[in-house]
């Protein structure tokens, strides 16, 4: 690099600079070092952290704003309280007039300089010394005036002042907002004074929500606020006239609430079409107007027809619906509120019906005693099914108007069955004509539910299963209903059931629905059948344990048909097995019956057994027969049951070694399994009864013979059954020298040698696991 200087020069200049840089870095390090060693520094560098401020300055200053501004009223209510009394009555108006002009005034400089919280702290003194204001003026110029309504007119004229003076100073949030909440006061305030009455109250606070409603409908500033105080100005009206409605005892006293009720309807219905979105507006309005048009009727009226006339002004609402000029809000509001008190009216009507027919339940206290009184409508007579009707209807109505919704179908299908089922009950119609009128009813329910089920599950009209899920679900109920009704005399419970199980037999066969409702009909028809035979069995008066051989009929009829009942095969067959096991219920208590019910169901399931599709039946039939020996023995008393079993045994065996001759594939459970276990299980039995040597000696010797049998031939069934059955006699002939030996034994020792064994156990735990293993696949190696 080239200079102008010479080298000497130049190297002197240079040495000259990095002289004054060192200094300076010198005096630099060490003034940072006096930073930060110093006892409170004002600065930090970059990581390296300071004390934590807990609060921001803006909620510091709030918080000091706020605590003067409560201190400054503390002190003014202390002056007013106690030192207003040592001032004239100049001093007076001079030193209110004075403090609170100052207190009003000052925000206006404070804003001017951009401090609005220290402008609203004082604007708050400000306003409560106006409130102070107006209780000095009570208190000096008119202490005679009633005190309720001076406060109605105080409290107007502060809202006014308050309005005009947020609005005149517009940087102030607080002064609108209490003008708004202190205009709620002065009109119920007036009307306490007036002692108008609840009616009267519920007016002014009528006009105060119309005032607020206007405002919030502007749309100025604090909107939100004046909706919600409508809102509640607007609730407290609605309450007054509904409570006021409700508790008129005639026609005339019942006037002046639905005058308020419709006043309330048209402010609701007239903000929601004002302001978009303000449904719940227009659903109060539809409420009050129910109750407005419903309320000078209900005192001539019983109260179930009074529901229906509250009910019929309801359903007009729900045209608002299709009425497409009304905008959104209203038809929302309107329809909303006719559909909440429709559903109000169809609960009140379901709780009649619902206790009508619980009151059925009775007989079964008493079944075939014909305890059932005189026919008497039940309360509230005819007007639940007629209440339930109007509401059907509707729901059907809305199905059309609202389409593609299928809620309103299953609703319409519920509430028309439960207007028509329990209708001849709340009539007081005779009991053959109410069972006549109610198996119709059930009828018709199921075909319903048929032909939904058949139509893709729509009814025709494009609404989904949800109506002929329904309809279903009725036509149970209404069975079990009115069979458990039908209990209360011999004739009605043939004709019933008859009649139930023809009907569902009938849908079963012929009807074109879904497989659901063919197999709910199916099950239906098997279970009238059952409760037939049942009830069949128990005409002659014998013990319930004849009843049951009855009752196998029906378990057979349904295997005699076996594939011709198509579709609904599995679920009649479930329904048959379901009665089979009640037979064996009802011959539990007789053990010769209870032999003959399972011989009888035993030759069932093998009859069924014989079609290839139901093979595995077979293994019941055989248990059955087997189980039904056992218990015929032991019902004669039979001591040596090896005489019965042996034959049977050797005929088993027989039939077993042929089988297993043409079929070397067949189970060895088959082929020996029944034969052998016809012996095994009834001898085990009586070992275990037997206090002799000769016959626990000889069933071990031949479980012995047949566990090497097994094992020679590798067939699972003897070795398997011989090994359990020698087992067990060893375990008899074992038992009472156990029993001396554990007796003998200090009382500590079992518990400690059980401890020690699940040790082991547990120690070896995967490798038992492997042994199981492998005890399982050599036994799924063997025949």
């Given at each position: ?491 009605a419970t043939f004709a019933v059931l008859g009649a139930l199980g023809v009907s569902c037999a009938a849908g079963a066969a012929y009807g074109r629905g879904a497989v659901w409702a ?266």
């Amino acid at each position: 690099m080239e200079t102008p200087l010479p080298p000497a020069e130049e190297l002197a200049l240079i040495d000259r600079e990095l002289a004054q840089l060192d200094a300076r870095r010198t005096f630099l390090l060490g003034r940072r070092q006096w930073l930060l060693s110093g006892p409170a520094p004002l600065w930090a560098p970059p990581g390296t952290p300071g004390p934590a401020k807990e609060a921001s300055a803006p909620g510091a200053q709030n918080v000091l704003l706020a605590l003067g501004a409560v201190l400054l009223a503390v002190a003014a209510l202390a002056f007013t309280l106690v030192s207003w009394g040592s001032l004239g009555i100049v001093g007076r108006s001079a030193v209110l007039a004075a403090v609170t002009a100052t207190a009003l005034g000052t925000p206006w400089f404070l804003l001017r300089r951009a401090l609005r919280s220290t402008a609203e702290s004082v604007a708050a003194v400000g306003l409560l010394l106006t409130v102070l204001d107006a209780y000095a003026l009570y208190v000096v110029a008119v202490p005679g005036t009633d005190g309720m309504a001076y406060a109605a007119g105080a409290a107007a004229v502060l809202a006014a002042v308050w309005a005009g003076y947020g609005m005149a100073l517009p940087g102030l949030r607080l002064p609108l907002p209490t003008a708004l909440l202190t205009a709620q006061l002065p009109l119920p305030l007036a009307a306490l004074a007036a002692a108008a009455g609840p009616v009267g109250i519920g007016w002014a606070l009528l006009a105060t929500a119309g005032l607020d409603a206007a405002l919030a409908v502007r749309g100025r500033a604090r909107a939100g606020l004046a909706w919600a105080a409508a809102a509640v100005a607007g609730a407290g009206a609605l309450l007054i006239g509904l409570s006021e409605s409700a508790g008129a005892a005639f026609a005339a006293q019942a006037l002046a609430p639905s005058a308020l009720l419709g006043a309330v309807a048209a402010l609701g219905v007239a903000v929601a079409w004002r302001a978009a979105g303000a449904w719940p507006a227009a659903a109060a309005g539809g409420l009050a107007a129910v109750a407005a048009l419903g309320g000078p009727a209900r005192p001539a009226l019983e109260p179930g027809w009074a529901v229906v006339a509250y009910l019929l002004v309801a359903l007009a609402l729900l045209g608002a619906v299709r009425a497409r000029a009304l905008p959104e809000a209203v038809r929302r509001g309107l329809a909303g509120a006719g559909a909440g008190v429709a559903a109000l009216a169809a609960v009140w009507a379901l709780a009649s019906v619902a206790a009508a027919l619980a009151a059925r339940l009775r007989v079964l206290d008493q079944v075939w005693a014909a305890t059932t009184p005189p026919a008497a409508p039940y309360q509230p007579g005819a007007a639940a099914p007629v209440v339930l009707l109007l509401t059907a209807a509707a729901a059907w109505w809305l199905v059309r108007a609202l389409a593609g919704r299928p809620e309103p179908g299953a609703a319409a299908v519920a509430l028309g069955w439960a207007a028509l089922f329990p209708a001849p009950l709340l009539l007081g119609v005779p009991a053959g004509a109410a069972f006549a009128a109610q198996l119709v009813v059930t009828a018709a329910a199921g075909v319903l539910a048929l032909r939904s089920a058949a139509a893709g599950g729509g009814v025709g009209v494009g609404v989904g299963r949800a109506p002929g899920i329904a309809a279903g679900v009725c036509a149970l109920l209404g069975a079990v209903n009115v069979s458990v009704a039908a209990l209360d005399g011999r004739l009605a419970t043939f004709a019933v059931l008859g009649a139930l199980g023809v009907s569902c037999a009938a849908g079963a066969a012929y009807g074109r629905g879904a497989v659901w409702a063919r197999s709910g009909a199916a099950v239906l028809a098997v279970a009238c059948a059952a409760g037939l035979l049942v009830a069949l069995g128990a005409v002659p008066g014998r013990p319930v344990a004849w009843w049951a051989p009855p009752l196998l009929a029906v378990p057979a009829a349904v295997a005699a048909l076996g594939p011709r009942l198509g579709a609904v095969r599995v679920p009649a067959e479930a329904a048959a097995g379901a009665a089979g096991v009640l037979a064996l219920a009802l011959a539990a208590g007789e053990a010769p019956v209870l032999a003959l019910v399972l011989a009888l169901a035993g030759v069932v399931c093998a009859g069924a057994a014989v079609r290839p599709e139901r093979r595995s039946a077979g293994w019941a039939a055989g248990a059955l027969l087997l189980a039904a020996t056992w218990v015929r023995l032991a019902a004669s008393g039979v001591g040596v049951p090896e005489a019965y079993s042996l034959p049977v045994t050797a005929a088993a065996l027989a039939v077993g070694l042929v089988r297993r001759r043409k079929d070397p594939r067949a189970s060895s459970w088959t082929a020996y399994g029944p034969g052998l276990a016809a012996t095994a299980l009834p001898s085990l039995l009586a070992v275990w009864g037997d206090p002799y040597w000769p016959r626990p000696l000889l069933l071990g010797v031949a479980a012995l013979a047949v566990t090497l049998a097994g094992a020679r031939s590798r067939l699972q069934a003897p070795l398997v059954l011989g090994g359990a059955t020698l087992a067990a006699v060893a375990v008899h002939e074992l038992a009472p020298y156990v029993v001396q030996v554990v007796d003998a034994l200090p009382r500590w020792l079992p518990p400690a040698l059980a401890g020690l064994l699940l040790l082991v156990v547990g120690a070896t735990y995967e490798k038992r696991l492997r042994d199981a293993r492998r005890l399982r696949e050599a036994l799924g190696r063997l025949g």
